[in-house]
Each structure stands twice: as C-alpha cells, then as structure tokens.
C-alpha cells in the first residue's frame, strides 16, 4: 500500500525547514517528471512530498557580472527559449531543446533533471562542458559543488537528505555545444551524448576544452585524457582521429533495452567530433551547415 502526505513550502526557507525535520522520510516535487513515475513504479513510498513549485526564488535565468544563474526550478522549456542561453550557453540551450517532448519540457526542471542523476540526463553533459557549479542549501547554510563532483552513481548525488538545489552557475561560453542520438528523435531516453566547450588560442589551435558524456558510463562524465590531447592542436580530421581514440578509456557504456555498449562505443566518438566542430564554428559538409542553418 503507498502511503504519502504532502506539504507546500511557500517560500525556501519554509523548504529547508520542513526537509531538515523530515530528512529521509521527505522528497522535493516541482516538476514531479521523475517523482511521478518512481511513485507508480513502486520506487518511492512512505514519504512526505514537500511542493517547492511555487518558490520564486528557485526561478529564473539570468547573468549577474561574469556568471550565468540558471535557478533549479528553471523548466527545460524556459532553458530552450532562452535568448541568453542561446548566445552564452549553446550547449545547455541544444541540450533543453531536444529534451523528451513538449509537455515534459513545460514541466521537468533543470534542477530536478540533475538531482535525479539519471545517467542519461541530458542537461548534465551540458553543464558539465560548462564547468558548471551547483549552489545547494539546508536550514544549516549554503555551499557549492563543482558539477564534476556531484553525481555520484545511478540516481546517486552528493546531496544529503536534508539540501536543496538552488541554482546552477556557470560563466558564458558562446564556443559550446551538445549533441545526442535517441533511438526515435527528442521524445526518446539518449543512447548516447555529448557536450563540448572549447576557448581557441591565437592560430587557431585548442586552447582549453572541456568535454562531457552522458550515456556511456554510470554518471555523465568528463572526458579529461581527450581534453589534455586536444590542447594545442587545430580541430581538423587528423588531430581527431589521433585523439578521439582515446575516449575508448573514458567511457563504460552497457547494454539495455535502448542500444548494445558496442553500439555506444561506435557513436560517442561521432558526437564528440560533431561537438567539437559545432563548438570551433566549423562544418563538416555543406548538409551540416545547412541543417544548422549555416553556410
């Protein structure tokens, strides 16, 4: 038998304080995209579900100084139309748009979508390229994450019982980019993604990147060893064929009801190449550049 109550927080202290009461026995609901289907699931039960959906707070997208703030109760929808995303943020911006379908996108949030810790969540790549921090809170004060130290395993996250993502922060990078293969089209869980953030040094060449997969491992994770072997060198083909072999140590991808770990290993490499390319500003052919409405 499930046995729930439910509690509306009308603003993020009234949140804290009832998640430090119950600890445990509470689970955040916004969205409630993932919440929902646990539940019915049999997942979830005997748990107080405290509403954090109406705390304004937690909205919002906006700049501040050197630092994008993306609030945690932000919908993928909000993400998708977002004009500073689109120009600052691209990868995030890609990542919302080909998120699930239209309903869930007006529904799920980006914080729901990274403390849910899905392995193919498809805002974390994103926010992992971004170098993105997390700003969490509980009734005993704030601290941060870097992103790369937040997930800990499948649906496992550094968070304690009692915290709540607030927001995420990262700074600008208009070279950004994310790409993903489902095995339909948006609506579809990610077979495989990734995301890329790169800064070009003087010449052309690689001057810092950060690239990121989700899919291909038990948490999204950063590709660091492709990272260090792209420095320095021009994103062409043959500096891709030298470095993209080393992915194959980044990742450990498995077989599911969506695709075989093979498979995985076959396409991560093609959307880091596309990643790359679309965050250098470069276009493999002329179907490319008109897909993106480039060229």
Same mark, same amino acid.
């Given at each position: ?46 748990? $107080? ?12 997208? &906006? ?11 932000? $919908? +993928? ?29 007006? #529904? ?9 810790? #899905? ?18 809170? #509980? ?28 927001? +995420? ?23 495989? $993604? ?24 038990? $948490? ?21 064929? +030298? ?8 990742? #450990?991808?498995?077989?599911? +009801? &969506? ?37």
């Amino acid at each position: 038998m499930k046995s729930f109550s439910y509690v509306k927080a009308p603003d993020l202290p009234a949140a804290l304080s009832i998640l430090d009461q119950k600890r445990d026995k509470a689970c955040p609901v916004a969205g409630g995209t993932n919440v929902m289907v646990d539940i019915r699931a049999g997942k979830l039960n005997d748990l $107080t579900l405290v509403g954090i959906g109406d705390i304004a707070a937690l909205r919002g997208i &906006r700049q501040k100084q050197d630092k994008i703030i993306v609030g945690s109760l932000a $919908t +993928i929808s909000e993400l998708a139309g977002s004009a500073l995303l689109a120009a600052q943020a691209p990868a995030l911006y890609m990542a919302a748009n080909v998120f699930a379908d239209t309903v869930t996108r007006n #529904s799920a949030t980006i914080g729901g979508n990274i403390a849910y810790a #899905s392995p193919a969540a498809d805002t974390a790549p994103a926010l992992l390229a971004l170098k993105a921090e997390v700003l969490i809170a #509980s009734a005993g004060g704030e601290r941060r994450v870097n992103i790369a130290e937040f997930f800990s395993g499948v649906n496992k996250t550094v968070l304690a019982p009692q915290e709540l993502i607030i927001a +995420i922060e990262f700074a600008p990078c208009p070279t950004s980019a994310f790409y993903k293969i489902g095995l339909r089209n948006a609506m579809a869980i990610s077979v495989a $993604t990734a995301a890329c953030a790169v800064q070009l040094a003087r010449g052309g060449v690689i001057g810092d990147c950060a690239i990121a997969l989700g899919s291909v491992a038990p $948490t999204p994770v950063r590709a660091y060893t492709v990272e260090k072997q792209l420095i320095g060198l021009k994103p062409d083909q043959r500096a891709l064929a +030298i470095v993209l072999a080393a992915l194959e140590g980044e990742i #450990s991808p498995i077989d599911d +009801i &969506r695709a075989s770990a093979a498979y995985r290993r076959q396409v991560a490499p093609v959307l880091v190449k596309r990643a790359l390319f679309k965050a250098c500003g470069i276009c493999e052919n002329d179907h490319d550049c008109a897909q993106e409405g480039r060229g």
